[in-house]
């Protein structure tokens, strides 16, 4: 089949089945960023794996941020810039040691919690109205969360924390975006983010630096082009899908993370990670399809404003 055809039958598709073709494609990506990143620290420092990640990601959206140089970096709010640079690297970095220490499979699941905390900020920051079910599922997200950390056990470990406080960073970042975009363009956010990330991270980088054998230097390219490449398929994908119909494929990185640590380590999710994982991501699926279902309501009466989920 020609690539031409393939193309052809691929526009063919409705969008809610290219959408979720797509992000079946992105887990996969997210889930080998992942192995990447694991397998690189176990020899370099997180800071020069950031780094160099930062570098290769802004090589390839340069030429974006540079048609908007130097307007894309006047904005109206530098304060919630600079404090979204700085959650973003706290996520970054806490979120890249878990990755290190803990199995895939657990650090992916706990990722997962991100949706929990974007709904307890949008609240708190966005003033959004978020009614007693979708509290109840927040709950029940947090009891997952609970589950797998297994605090007071043998099996309790302060990675699994780091896991978590990354979630809340980067759903924190995620609100302030939301924030940001009614005064900034998207270029503007993205090229604070490119450059100040890549400055804050390079101090902390040449102190911890260790020159990569060229094994590690392929991979960390890998990475950065992975990195790259999930991002902007799982943009596509919910540029193409419906929210409530992708969002449960989008758990497949969990699936995706098991067998890569599997056939990587060896290792397989024990039966805490596997309640408190399905609790999560149960409660993270009804979370999306309630707002979705808000969302449509929303749209179909003016009456619909005074829907509560």
């Given amino acids: 089949m020609s690539i031409q055809s393939t193309r052809s039958s ?125 509290w109840a599922a927040l709950a029940l997200g947090f009891a997952g969360v609970i589950i797998m950390l297994q605090p007071g056990t043998e099996g309790f470990s302060g990675y699994g924390l780091m896991a978590v406080a990354s979630a809340a960073a980067a759903g924190l970042v995620m609100v302030l975006i939301r924030l940001m975009s009614r005064q900034d363009s998207p270029t503007t956010i993205l090229s604070w983010q490119a450059i100040g990330v890549g400055i804050a991270v390079a101090i902390p980088a040449i102190y911890f630096w260790r020159w990569p054998t060229g094994t590690e230097w392929f991979l960390l390219a890998a990475m950065g082009v992975t990195s790259y490449l999930a991002q902007i398929t799982n943009i596509l994908a919910f540029k193409w899908g419906e929210a409530s119909i992708l969002a449960s494929l989008d758990y497949m990185r969990l699936i995706y993370a098991t067998i890569l640590g599997y056939l990587v380590y060896e290792t397989l999710p024990g039966t805490a990670t596997w309640i408190g994982a399905s609790v999560i991501v149960a409660a993270s699926i009804y979370s999306i399809w309630r707002e979705a279902r808000k969302n449509q309501q929303l749209t179909r009466s003016p009456a619909g404003r005074g829907f509560t989920n």
């Fill in 10 to 134: 691929f526009n063919a598709l409705s969008g809610n089945l290219k959408g979720s073709l797509i992000l079946l494609v992105s887990a996969a990506l997210f889930a080998v960023m992942t192995l990447l990143i694991k397998i690189l620290g176990q020899h370099l420092h997180v800071t020069q794996i950031l780094f160099i990640r930062q570098i290769v990601m802004a090589l390839i959206v340069m030429p974006s941020i540079m048609q908007g140089f130097p307007g894309a970096m006047r904005t109206a709010q530098p304060h919630l810039q600079i404090l979204r640079i700085a959650l973003a690297l706290t996520a970054m970095l806490m979120g890249f040691t878990a990755v290190i220490h803990m199995p895939l499979a657990d650090v992916t699941a706990l990722g997962f919690a991100k949706s929990f905390f974007i709904t307890i900020f949008a609240v708190w920051i966005l003033r959004e109205t978020v009614g007693p079910r979708r």
